[in-house]
């Protein structure tokens, strides 16, 4: 891996973005560093910004950038599922098992969703609890319910 990293501030949010050969591999909301190698390709990082500041100005509902995912092969198949809930929708954590074959695996599903890495492009801001309330959220729950303001949830 050629792992790398640049970190923007869109909207007074801290983003920390880890690439692999010019593609997302982690976006996080964080002031953290990072002791990688910082990203050189300004027209990826251009490309980046501006998609995710067109998104959280609600000009955009897609992230277009290029990612990899890389988690387990259970991990993959939970995110792939989120990124097909559409813009402004939200799924639980057993629709999401149900999707997936067995809906006891409910607490599996939360464990992945929560270990998603790609956030925002990969929408686990979009998995609310059965009975409708929001569930956790690794950068907060604030974060979380500005994320469902802007796609209007």
């Given at each position: ?41 300004l ?35 939970v995110w ?52 409708g ?15 469902h303001?802007?796609?209007?949830i």
């Amino acid at each position: 891996m050629n792992k790398k990293y640049f970190s923007l501030k869109i909207l007074n949010n801290d983003f920390l973005i880890i690439t692999n050969n010019d593609k997302v591999i982690s976006l996080d909301i964080t002031n953290e560093t990072s002791n990688l190698t910082k990203e050189d390709n300004l027209d990826f990082i251009n490309n980046v910004e501006q998609e995710l500041t067109n998104y959280l100005l609600g000009k955009s509902k897609e992230l277009n950038f290029p990612y990899q995912l890389i988690g387990t092969n259970f991990q993959k198949s939970v995110w792939e599922i989120l990124l097909k809930i559409n813009y402004g929708e939200t799924l639980n954590y057993e629709d999401i098992a149900v999707k997936l074959g067995d809906k006891n695996k409910v607490r599996a599903v939360g464990n992945a969703v929560g270990k998603n890495p790609i956030l925002i492009k990969v929408p686990c801001h979009r998995v609310i609890r059965k009975n409708g309330e929001l569930g956790g959220f690794s950068s907060g729950i604030d974060v979380k319910l500005k994320l469902h303001e802007i796609e209007g949830i």
